[in-house]
DNA sequence: GATGAATGAGTGTTCATTCAT
DNA sequence: GATGAATGAACACTCATTCAT
């Protein structure tokens, strides 16, 4: 995916290209700063060290951004979970290094990001945008080796993503503890049949 | 709760406590139509069919109008799950029973209950308002008896309310379904360690 | 002249003339407290412990209001100037009890005066009010004898009042001091060609 | 001083200063006609000929707009004053030619001044704000040749500043006058204890 | 292509005034 | 006569967007 979904021209020259990053990183700048309140163009092209034309020639406007901010910041996200699922850690388990690289990757710079896909969220169709945040395409089964229903599916991702959100959304103080991690872990294999150790 | 946290005088006569009414009904309708982009003073006193003026005296700024909002619609939410828990019924068990209620509730004029609610957590402090939208206070039990601890009472509360909460915002076409009803239970007798029936 | 110079009717009855006197009064209490910007309606009737429909049975409009003070406390402060010349004082000289009443009367509640006043003065015809303010009307006369000018009246007068408001409204230390005044006297005396002591 | 205290954006193009000039122009206009009451900045905008957004880009209140515009005025009073002394006119004493220059000076354009200076002086610190107001720095000493004391001083310019106000603010008809020029002159001669010819 | 001055519709909020109760 | 809820015109100010330079 380009990083702006609809440009007026889409940019070749280099410069093009970190003028748009400029925007982009700017924009997310301007988000963690002041929130969504605080977010506007004028602010944007200025922390951008652009003009407010220049800004318009490549977002035809200021959605735009966010939706393009949305995007890069979700890619951002899907990398930085790959990467860290790619280590090869024997002494991890596959789910419970994906739940670790989850909760990494929401704690940094989590505002800017919320608030761009809650924007995001909020102009478009959900069910189209679910999608988008489904990072781990591998089929997941159960203890007997069966593979999920949708809604089971369902239920296990967005149950431990939701849990992940809360505590980023909530500023527990748990969030990046072991204990944390332990719990959430056992939510997926107690879901799934596998033996859980019994809690701490 | 007071429906206005703060009113610049608190309404005597019915006829005030109507506007208020109005004005939050209004809000309501507003923020189910247009989202909160479209959500401004003037179209809500309009919608009201009260003047300007009028929305202002019960209301100190427009935030405020959201205040009330969220706490009305979360008011309404536990009593409506309030009201589900107390039907006499032996053939449900208490922790399908919450379920039931909790999407149910939801279900209804989910758009404008949950900018209400985000508009609220934009502003406040998250950690605070947590503690607003629990709704069983009741202590709740591993398989052997034990009280869980705080950060598996909140992984429990989390996951099961995010899966919900994801699944209304998505759309699901299994909102109201019993499958998805089902794993709900089973995600949370699972991590208590209660037997569950195999997956559907 | 009355206090209120139209009212819708005038108030015969003692409770009526006590609700002219309470709006009054917290007129100038809000002028004082929260300048001109501060000065509504609302804000009066509600200091005045009537409601707003009573404040307008009263008076006409806002400006009412404004006028109706600035004639009480030009009279007050007539009063007050009356009071102390009366007093009989031989070891003072005519000119310097008059300065000398004149700026202990303008150093109290100054800002309310000064503010209705100058709304006054910004609202009507300034040849008109000038003479409300003239306070003795007493001829006075040079040093040979003479009757003054039409202008020259006018010189001596506003200007030791000029140099007495100026110090009121720059707020000088020495407002209040004997140097102060000796100087006021000494420039009346000095223009009316009175041998004058040398300056301190 | 520069016209505008602080602007947003400190205007580089010739645009822009045009655009603080109309703007100022119009406030002077506007006030003029029809007093601080219909000083709004849609008017001051409309009557400059200029989108209400680009006068804020130059102001970042309508406060602002008085303030530099009583700032561009006391410029300009001090320039007209300053003028008139330097013309090199042997038949005319310096005191006399200064309270000349004052009488003139202030009988032009004498309401949007005097708003604009009493907004002033509604807003800020009276006492700071004195010291803007004066024009001539010489030391004045009197018919001894000692220096004025610092009541002597203030007395001084403050009563002949105060007279004059107070002819211009009257619309007296001998506002430009010899004979109130004479008077004047024989107020401030015969304070410092010069011979002054009989009052005419 | 870049700039940034200009635009003006839109929005939150105030408050003088009216009038049903 | 008193009350105070309601009204709505008016106004300060913002900011997405355009376009002349």
Redesign the interface.
């Known amino acids: 995916m380009s990083p702006v979904e609809k440009t007026r021209k889409t940019p070749r020259q280099p410069r093009a290209q970190a003028s748009v990053d400029f925007v982009l990183e700017a924009a997310a700048q301007v988000l963690e700063a002041t ?2 309140a605080g977010f506007n163009t004028n602010a944007v092209a200025a922390r951008a060290g652009v003009s407010i034309g220049t800004l318009y020639r490549y977002f035809p406007d200021k959605s735009a951004i966010l939706r393009a901010l949305a995007a890069r910041e979700t890619e951002a996200h899907r990398l930085a979970v790959m990467a860290i699922l790619n280590e090869d850690n024997p002494d991890v388990a596959p789910d419970r290094a994906m739940i670790r690289a989850f909760v990494r990757a929401f704690a940094g710079r989590s505002r800017a990001r919320r608030i761009a896909v ?1 924007a995001l ?3 478009a169709d ?2 189209e945008l ?1 999608a988008r945040f489904e990072i781990d395409g591998r089929e997941v089964r ?1 203890a ?1 080796g ?1 593979p ?5 599916a ?3 991702r ?6 992940m ?3 980023v ?4 103080d ?1 969030l990046l ?1 072991r ?2 991690e332990d ?2 872990v ?2 997926g294999r ?2 799934l ?1 596998y033996p ?1 150790p ?3």
């Open positions: 929130g969504e809650s969220l909020a102009e959900h069910a679910a159960d007997r069966r999920l229903s949708r809604v089971q369902f239920v296990l967005r149950a431990i993503h939701g849990a959100r809360a505590a959304l909530e500023g527990v748990f503890s204990a944390f719990e959430l056992r939510l107690a879901y049949g859980v019994r809690a701490a």
